[in-house]
């Protein structure tokens, strides 16, 4: 009578202690995330801070080094704004690069343990090993991972500013589409245009290439402000 | 002919006619004498000119329209709101990136708007090939000539070209090559290089700013952010097409899903894009498929692109984001053009890590990038439906005659930059150098060492997955685009090249759009 509640006392705790241990080895032990996140969880944000380090270190051509480029932050608008399945497959990405070190440690000295809170030089040994792997798929993998990084810190506004790669200050034209469609999300009782708006590209000319460049390129900052307000400010602009 | 809204109550009238996402709240059924699924170019014309022969059009799109303010500067975050998959999507087989939009406009919103007619030779090899009689270059002439007079199609001026298109005409001048500016349907272009973002200046004649409204103001409807997923039959006609209201940006599949929608019409014209249109036709019973035929020979035009950096500043940041172009290698299988794109996407594709990657990003305003497109109609593939998901999967494997032709692209690539005054060239191939800095060593291009997953491809043109031909047991469609198998259902997209066209598709596929809409106007 006793035997299968003993059993399943004996599974019961057997699970919670393989949850606890689970939950401290993939999830415990971060330092606090930066604030605003809406979807990576505090390793994810460890993981990309720990890798835009030593993919980006400081002191190279451009002013804002990895570490300093915020892009935890980047990278979380990004997965928010992606559908639920590439979701999934970045963050199964920065999970096997998180832990890849646990089961393929690192060379390098203090080269076993999860990526984040490996020295930078086994941090590095550990890109590289992928990188430079044999077979291109898995090479192909720490191209992702790199992408995935490198377009938040080349995209950083004071990096693509000291390249004079920002985009240029342009009006907000007016067209038919304007004229007839809402911003997305809103009714057609908000579209504030009549004909009279309407713009014309032809009568303003070529551009400037030493013109003005986009307000939001001209901040040195990422995020200036909120990082909730940035979207809507940046295209309100 | 102007695209224009007339003013007062005309405009009125034509915004009433739209029907966004935010509009929805309960089921929905309506009724039209055409029902067409899909605004990219090619749904966008076929729509157009149905309800300018005075048919009652219902114009279905998945995504929603895009108002300037609504565009993206971030190239990767424009990519996640504009491409299906987040612009993540990949072949399996010979990996390589695809692209498809989801927005009122389709692609048109978000390509380089380059617009060109394929030579004669390859109607030829249509004709012969695929016994076709009437998809001739003669026969669609006057409908170029009427979509290029719509849209404004003309060669980009120099004024707007800026350094890196230039240095491509001065190095093909110098190596004796014929070079050309690259038409575009463009009005006023300004030069700010940001055609995949979105045309902030609103030049280009996306559809969205073009013949959507054209066919608003001839009387038709627009339904955004309908997800069609089922084309509904009776026998040998259908009787229109039935689905959900989706979330924009939601991907389109469970949580994303809203109210249901029925739509009621005498004919359907699908242009839901090549690689949607087969996945649809088999989620609703294997739908116009006796050929067996929906979903094969999946083509695409594989694109190669190199970097070259020059001793000076090239200033890329300013200038048409395509163009110049050569259709110098057309008959040895490849079309050259410069390309531009935002910054952190270009830079995707250069080697190595740290401080040396750092290195490459600061020689950016020193670059230009240069690209072949690759006419691949013997790497073939297939698009398969996935449960649970309109997402497709697509297998297309690179053919080696192909990859020999991708090899020898590359080397003229880097010829010309050589030409121009190239001090290297980044090649972004793996398993050769990461930089090179003479013809000589850029030889090894078109080698051996030149493997199908070593070569960063892209491949944005798709065809033949429900593609034409004169015999309903090889092809899906007929000459007018009706299916070989149904009365009344028609495709309008380049599903239905019978093999790539070797040059930029987008104008031959609104050419064959604007003949079926008026032929199936002619039969309602």
């Not at chain 2, 029902?35 to 998945?62: F, N, Q, T, W």
């Not at chain 2, 007619?117 to 003669?138: K, N």
């Not at chain 2, 110049?324 to 050259?336: H, I, N, P, R, V």
């Amino acid at each position: 009578m006793l035997e299968p509640v003993v059993t399943g006392l004996l599974i019961l705790s057997a699970a919670s202690v393989l949850a606890v241990a689970s939950h401290r080895r993939f999830v415990g032990g971060y330092p606090a995330p930066p604030p605003g996140l809406a979807v990576l969880h505090r390793g994810e944000a460890a993981f990309i801070q720990a890798a835009a380090e030593v993919l980006f270190p400081d002191g190279a051509s451009l002013p804002v080094a990895g570490a300093d480029a915020q892009l935890p932050l980047y990278v979380d608008r990004h997965l928010s704004a992606l559908p639920a399945a590439q979701r999934l497959q970045i963050r199964a990405l920065l999970l096997l690069f998180e832990h890849l070190s646990l089961v393929w440690p690192a060379r390098e000295p203090g080269g076993h343990g999860r990526f984040s809170s490996l020295p930078t030089t086994a941090r590095l040994g550990v890109l590289e090993r992928v990188a430079d792997h044999r077979d291109f798929r898995v090479r192909l993998l720490f191209t992702a991972l790199r992408a995935i990084v490198a377009l938040g810190y080349l995209s950083h506004p004071a990096n693509l500013s000291a390249l004079s790669l920002a985009p240029f200050e342009i009006q907000p034209a007016v067209s038919d589409a304007e004229l007839l469609f809402a911003r997305i999300g809103a009714l057609p009782m908000s579209i504030r245009y009549e004909e009279t708006d309407r713009t014309d590209p032809a009568a303003l000319g070529p551009l400037d290439l030493r013109g003005p460049r986009h307000l939001a390129f001209r901040f040195q900052e990422r995020f200036p402000e909120r990082p909730a307000d940035r979207s809507a400010d940046r295209n309100a602009r | 002919m102007s695209s224009g809204i007339e003013l007062g109550d005309g405009l009125r009238a034509a915004r009433d006619r739209v029907r966004v996402f935010a509009q929805y709240d309960g089921p929905i059924e309506a009724e039209a004498d055409v029902v067409v699924v899909g605004s990219g170019p090619c749904g966008a014309v076929a729509a157009y000119e149905l309800a300018r022969a005075g048919k009652d059009v219902i114009l279905v799109e998945e995504g929603p329209p895009f108002t300037v303010r609504d565009f993206e500067l971030d190239g990767n975050l424009s990519m996640t709101r504009t491409m299906r998959e987040g612009g993540l999507r990949m072949t399996r087989g010979t990996t390589m990136p695809t692209m498809q939009a989801v927005a009122l406009g389709g692609g048109s919103l978000v390509n380089s708007a380059i617009c060109l007619r394929p030579p004669d030779s390859v109607f030829e090899r249509w004709a012969s090939g695929f016994d076709l009689e009437r998809t001739t270059r003669a026969d669609l002439d006057p409908h170029f000539d009427a979509i290029g007079e719509f849209l404004g199609i003309a060669p980009t001026p120099d004024a707007v070209q800026g350094r890196r298109n230039l240095l491509f005409r001065d190095a093909c001048e110098k190596l004796g090559v014929s070079s050309e500016p690259i038409a575009r349907n463009v009005k006023g272009c300004r030069g700010s290089g940001e055609c995949f973002t979105g045309c902030r200046s609103r030049a280009k004649q996306s559809m969205d700013v073009s013949y959507v409204p054209a066919a608003l103001r001839a009387g038709a409807r627009v339904m955004t952010s309908l997800q069609v997923q089922l084309i509904r039959h009776s026998g040998r006609r259908v009787t229109g097409v039935a689905g959900h209201v989706v979330v924009p940006f939601s991907g389109g599949s469970g949580a994303g899903r809203t109210h249901p929608f029925r739509i009621d019409a005498k004919a359907v014209v699908l242009a839901a894009g090549c690689t949607a249109t087969p996945v649809l036709l088999r989620q609703s019973g294997n739908l116009a498929n006796l050929s067996g035929q929906v979903g094969r020979n999946l083509q695409f035009h594989p694109g190669v692109a190199i970097a070259g950096v020059f001793p000076d500043a090239v200033d890329p940041q300013f200038g048409a984001t395509q163009g110049y172009q050569s259709l110098a290698f057309l008959d040895q299988g490849f079309k050259l053009e410069t390309l531009w794109a935002p910054p952190p996407l270009l830079s995707m594709r250069f080697p190595g890590m740290g401080a040396e990657l750092q290195a490459r990003y600061a020689e950016l305003p020193r670059m230009a990038v240069w690209d072949a497109i690759v006419s691949a109609n013997r790497s073939l593939g297939e698009v398969r439906t996935r449960p649970w998901s309109s997402n497709p999967v697509l297998h297309w494997r690179l053919h080696p005659g192909d990859l020999a032709i991708l090899r020898r692209a590359l080397v003229v690539i880097a010829e010309l930059f050589f030409a121009a005054g190239a001090s290297k060239i980044l090649p972004g191939v793996q398993g050769v150098a990461d930089q090179i800095t003479s013809l000589g060593d850029a030889r090894i291009l078109d080698s051996p060492a030149v493997r199908p997953e070593s070569l960063v491809m892209g491949g944005n043109h798709v065809f033949c997955t429900t593609r034409m031909h004169g015999d309903p047991k090889k092809g899906v469609v007929d000459e007018d685009g009706r299916c070989h198998d149904l009365e009344n259902l028609y495709i309008a997209d380049t599903g239905i090249f019978p093999q790539c066209p070797s040059v930029n598709p987008m104008w031959t596929g609104m050419a064959l759009a604007r003949r079926q809409a008026l032929t199936l106007a002619g039969r309602l």
